[in-house]
T-cell receptor, first 117, second 115 residues
Framework: EPEVTQTPSHQVTQMGQEVILRCVPI?????FYWYRQILGQKVEFLVS????????KSEIFDDQFSVERPDGSNFTLKIRSTKLEDSAMYFC???????????????FGNGTRLTVT | AQSVSQHNHHVILSEAASLELGCNYS??????LFWYVQYPGQHLQLLLK??????LVKGIKGFEAEFIKSKFSFNLRKPSVQWSDTAEYFC?????????????FGTGTRLQVTL
């Protein structure tokens, strides 16, 4: 079964540094997402992406965050200047469809654990 | 905005016991409902989903869930749990608030099954 793959599995960075989290969505999927889960808390929506632009973003997704699909396969999340509170598990997800009324579920990757020191 | 409540944060059961995990959502419009499972060290996996039709949906590994619209609930059930069901379970609501849908997750329920 096709999978969403994320690299790296664990990233440690110093506060103020830039990090790029990488994701390869399932190849025929059109909608891409980033979620995060701070330790002990719930999974939170960050951003959705379709047709090379952001569809929706949450309040968490401020100017420090950006997403990009640099080529036909990768989907990246960049945090420009990391803060301690950015430490979390970041999940990439993709879905075949995402329009109103569709019935395609999200498929999640294994996540990248980001530790900011 | 939509929200999801999972009332049980940590559940401990013996093998063969029956399971019911509560999930309530808050949203006035059309929703799709999901249960995801996260086994230790693994990614979120879809257990089952409800979109329309029969409110009793069956998923993988013997799990089922019932959508009760009047109660805004989508409880997860399994008649007889196994040790391998030890995991964290997340209820999620998909609502259409913009040009694309997004999932809103509950806080999760950690299930521990003892031998």
């Amino acid at each position: 079964e096709p999978e969403v793959t994320q690299t790296p599995s664990h990233q440690v960075t110093q506060m103020g540094q830039e990090v790029i989290l990488r994701c390869v969505p399932i190849s025929n999927h059109l909608y891409f997402y980033w979620y995060r889960q701070i330790l002990g808390q719930k999974v939170e929506f960050l951003v959705s992406f379709y047709n090379n632009e952001i569809s929706e973003k949450s309040e968490i997704f401020d100017d420090q965050f950006s997403v990009e699909r640099p080529d036909g396969s990768n989907f990246t999340l960049k945090i420009r200047s990391t803060k301690l509170e950015d430490s979390a598990m970041y999940f990439c997800a993709s879905s075949e469809l995402g329009r109103v009324g569709d019935n395609s579920p999200l498929h999640f990757g294994n996540g990248t654990r980001l530790t900011v020191t | 905005a939509q929200s999801v409540s999972q009332h049980n944060h940590h559940v401990i059961l013996s093998e063969a016991a029956s399971l019911e995990l509560g999930c309530n959502y808050s949203y006035g419009g059309t929703v799709n409902l999901f249960w995801y499972v996260q086994y230790p060290g693994q990614h979120l996996q879809l257990l089952l989903k409800y979109f329309s039709g029969d409110p009793l949906v069956k998923g993988i590994k013997g799990f089922e869930a019932e959508f009760i619209k009047s109660k805004f609930s989508f409880n997860l059930r399994k008649p007889s749990v196994q040790w391998s069901d030890t995991a964290e379970y997340f209820c999620a609501v998909k609502a259409y608030t913009g040009t694309a849908s997004k999932l809103t997750f509950g806080t999760g329920t950690r299930l521990q099954v003892t031998l």
